[in-house]
């Protein structure tokens, strides 16, 4: 197991909400929901392994994305906690959950179900592998780079959250690229036939997304029987990002 913890950034008191972030994102995603939940919560914005300023490891899927949020939760001494997990961080939440039932009061999954996904980061993959630092040493130029395989000019701002200075001169990602590109079939993973989390679960969709459709309704009952599923409007796979205010609400109302 991962004796390494996990950077995070720790604000507000009151019942723990840990939050974790997608594939190659950040705990900074999330920093002005955090700041809102951080009034009535102790939120703990976390960097999975491999992405913001978490350790680099070449080993990256959800049996050590949950070894290293158990040694997180042994490390801060934490007990009963809230979860909200989006995409892979939800993946790993819903295992973490299934896997210690008893660290976890309710659960919060952001668009994404236990099923199994096909690989489907390759334009990403590729456009980021194209990335030549020494060549592309300024953020613009990262940037165009990037639009030769990735014309969504919103996907690339995200992406870009992770360019550095690594050193005066020198740009670099905050992901472990290399590592994200060998194991990127581990995202998709479904969670293990038979495992079941009894305790409240709020599933939340992006009402233009189709990672949660009708035909995922069974296999959340399956896993997770005290669930329900509740649409956000005018959202896609980024609901907290598009839809802030309803993702606020929805999250708060069933926390209290």
Do not use: C
């Not at 456009?127 to 395989?149: C, H, W």
Request: hydrophobic share 40%; charged share 25%.
């Amino acid at each position: 197991m991962s004796q390494k913890v996990l950077h995070s950034t720790i604000k507000g008191e009151g019942v723990p909400l840990l939050i974790l972030h997608g594939y190659f994102g950040m705990s900074d995603n999330w920093k002005t929901l955090g700041n809102q939940f951080s009034e009535d919560f102790e939120v703990h914005l976390i960097d999975q392994r491999n992405h913001g300023r978490s350790f680099h490891d070449d080993e990256f899927n959800y049996e050590v994305l949950v070894d290293d949020l158990y040694a997180y939760v042994k490390y801060h001494q934490l007990d009963k906690v809230y979860i909200i997990g989006h995409s892979m961080g939800g993946k790993t939440a819903m295992l973490f959950a299934v896997t210690y039932p008893e660290f976890v009061e309710k659960l919060i999954i952001v668009d994404i179900s236990p099923r199994q996904y096909a690989p489907h980061h390759n334009a990403i993959l590729a456009g980021l592998n194209s990335i030549d630092f020494a060549l592309q040493n300024t953020r613009s130029l990262v940037d165009k780079k990037l639009a030769e395989l990735i014309p969504e000019f919103g996907v690339r701002q995200f992406l870009l959250k992770n360019v550095y200075w690594k050193e005066k001169g020198v740009l670099d990602f905050r992901f472990n690229l290399a590592s994200l590109t060998e194991n990127n079939p581990e995202v998709g993973a479904s969670l293990p036939s038979f495992t079941v989390f009894e305790n409240d679960t709020l599933f939340l969709k992006g009402d233009k997304s189709d990672y949660i459709t009708d035909k995922e309704v069974q296999i959340i009952e399956a896993h997770f029987p005290n669930s329900k599923i509740v649409e956000i409007s005018n959202a896609g796979h980024w609901l907290h990002a598009e839809n802030p205010k309803q993702f606020y609400k929805e999250v708060h109302t069933f926390l209290s």
